[in-house]
């Protein structure tokens, strides 16, 4: 077949394309994975039938979603999940086959589900490839969402050649994750894929593998900071750590650039529902960001992000889209400020403002104002529950070693009280030795079972 994707992949040649824990493969190795794939799809599958491929990124599992994307078939991305959660992506998708493929499995394990959806019809419609997405699901039921991946990949069509090693860090079920890859085969660039995602095994291959660019979550980049892997390793190749998926705190960025004084530092913005923009970060040093994307429109509206796209998804499959007005804007959920000469700076989600007696703070202003002080090595700012103004302000604190506990309070709230106002100011501290956070490294704001220490 003629694809763009499949000529470009095809020209890049001996190219080395993927290094993963099972060792190097070429473009023109690739290329013929995906062909081999393609074949095997048509044989199997009918153009509208929905596939789940279970697994993380690999060479195997790479070749096989990239013909996923170009057979007219609906993929649907899945990792790391427990039999119950894997039942219910099922079911929720309307599957209608799970491939499991495996980093040292050449043969692929098939088993037919059978099963239904009719919001897949307006792919099929289009003879357009599909893309079902799971949201992560921390405020509830995960939504899965249908893209047109056809409509998707193309936007990835005018990328310029470019010799550069990526790291690919973020989940093959997150549009980050996709964002990453699509980018790195357009480019012809060279995916190094981790065998797990701790700072000893990134740190590593960093300097093995001489790796330029690492996308990242801040919470990944702050323990890659705090590890000694930081020293341990030559880190010296890298031109560019992007990150997103969560708010940065300015203190934290700060302490980025020290540890990476000649790379570049950009933040990345998208959303599961829109794909990824094309932003332009201000600075290194700012969180000011400016949407440049041709493919995408926004605008602010009473202080929240609204998004209208190319790339949007074609709707749901197991929720409203309460999110959409009847023109096509999403509303994010993002709190933006804008900053003039059309840049804006995320400053936090609506779903986690704190209401203090009708006054509203948001946990990422007090955040990075904690991460300034000397001695606070890590922090989590949320809203309790309060009789008197509905919720207070706490926060949880990892301290640096060597920093007295009842030392270290003192000095927040001397600190707090002098810079910041005083509903702000958090009625509560937790002491833990470290922070939760999830499977894509990212702070857990689900906060359950933690022994306090007072502020009086």
Request: hydrophobic residues 40%; charged residues 25%.
């Amino acid at each position: 077949m003629k694809h763009w994707l499949l000529e470009r992949i095809q020209s890049y040649g001996d190219s080395l394309a993927i290094s993963d824990s099972s060792g190097q493969y070429t473009y023109a190795q690739l290329h013929q994975a995906v062909i081999d794939n393609l074949n095997f799809l048509e044989e199997k599958f009918q153009p509208g039938q929905k596939v789940i491929l279970e697994s993380d990124y690999n060479f195997n599992s790479i070749a096989l979603f990239v013909a996923l994307s170009l057979s007219r078939l609906i993929a649907i991305p899945v990792i790391n999940n427990n039999k119950a959660e894997l039942q219910n992506k099922i079911s929720v998708s309307g599957a209608d086959a799970l491939i499991k493929v495996n980093q040292s499995d050449v043969a692929i394990r098939w088993t037919e589900i059978k099963s239904d959806n009719s919001l897949a019809q307006k792919v099929t419609e289009k003879q357009h490839s599909g893309l079902i997405l799971f949201s992560s699901g921390t405020t509830g039921e995960p939504k899965a969402m249908l893209h047109d991946l056809t409509v998707l990949l193309d936007t990835y069509r005018d990328k310029r050649t470019r010799k550069l090693v990526i790291m690919v860090f973020l989940m093959f079920d997150h549009i980050g994750g996709i964002n990453t890859l699509f980018n790195i085969l357009a480019m012809g660039a060279k995916a190094v894929i981790p065998e797990n995602r701790n700072p000893e095994t990134i740190a590593c291959l960093i300097e093995n593998e001489q790796v330029n660019i690492l996308p990242a979550s801040p919470t990944f980049l702050n323990l890659l900071i705090l590890s000694e892997a930081i020293a341990d390793y030559d880190l010296g190749s890298i031109r560019m750590i992007t990150y997103g998926t969560e708010p940065m705190p300015e203190a934290l960025l700060s302490r980025i650039k020290q540890h990476f004084p000649k790379a570049k530092l950009l933040q990345t913005f998208g959303t599961s529902e829109t794909g990824i923009a094309q932003i332009k970060s201000r600075s290194s040093n700012s969180l000011d960001i400016k949407i440049d994307d041709p493919n995408l429109d926004y605008k602010v509206v009473n202080g929240e992000l609204w998004l209208k796209s190319k790339t949007t998804i074609l709707g749901y499959l197991n929720a409203g889209m309460e999110q959409f007005t009847d023109d096509g804007w999403f509303k994010t959920g993002d709190i933006v400020e804008e900053r003039g000469e059309s840049y804006l700076k995320i400053v936090g989600r609506k779903s986690d403002i704190i209401n203090v007696g009708g006054e509203k703070v948001l946990p990422i202003e007090i955040e990075s104002f904690l991460m300034s002080i000397e001695g606070v090595q890590d922090c989590l700012v949320f809203g309790e529950k309060n009789a008197l103004t509905g919720q207070n302000v706490a926060a949880i604190i990892v301290k640096k070693a060597g920093f007295d506990e009842q030392n270290l309070r003192n000095t927040i709230r001397k600190e707090c009280i002098r810079n910041i106002q005083r509903y702000k100011v958090p009625a509560k501290i937790y002491f833990k030795n470290a922070l939760d956070y999830s499977s894509r490294f990212k702070k857990s704001r689900k906060v359950n079972n933690t022994e306090s220490s007072y502020i009086e």
